[in-house]
């Protein structure tokens, strides 16, 4: 008899829509939202942009929230000493000038396609997974979406993935 309930081996994933934020993750490997926005258990984070989940699902390293967003947090990390101060000191700096100029976000740092791949936990689906309908409304994900991440690499667009 089963007295205790298995752990979950599966890598769930948050499909986020991204049409600011994909950019970003682009080019500082990052996810920023509002401060105190919920977001259930995951291990990954997928974008959607353009119709498509894109192909790079990132794996979250770390997750801060809050964090200031101003230039004197900029020159705190900086002078830390730490390279993931420096990492941090960085997206910040690079996501003002892309207009994210609030005071406060909150940050999830990802791995990046040249991170380790698979061994970092990073996943590259084997292509973009189009919505099929559009015009007003058809976004396939208007907040967030919860996935797992197997289904992500099994589908081949995102109606195999409204069929779970």
């Not at 099929?132 to 197997?150: D, L, T």
Request: charged share 25%; hydrophobic share 40%; proline share 5%.
């Amino acid at each position: 008899m089963l007295t205790s309930r298995p752990e979950a081996a599966e890598s769930i994933a948050v499909v986020v829509p991204a049409r600011l934020a994909w950019p970003l993750y682009q080019l500082y490997g990052a996810y920023v939202c509002q401060p105190g926005r919920y977001f259930r258990q995951v291990s990954h984070i997928a974008f959607y942009a353009d119709g498509a989940v894109k192909c790079e699902v990132p794996k979250v390293l770390a997750r801060i929230d809050p964090i200031d967003w101003t230039p004197e947090e900029i020159g705190r990390r900086r002078q830390s000493g730490n390279d993931e101060d420096r990492r941090i000191a960085e997206i910040i700096k690079g996501a003002r000038r892309l207009g994210w100029e609030g005071d406060e976000y909150q940050l999830f740092l990802l791995t990046r396609p040249d991170s380790g791949g698979r061994s970092a936990g990073h996943v590259t689906l084997r292509t973009e997974l189009r919505r099929q309908g559009s015009g007003r409304g058809s976004a396939w994900v208007q907040r967030q979406r919860y996935v797992a991440v197997a289904a992500l690499e099994a589908a081949r667009a995102l109606g195999d993935l409204d069929q779970l």
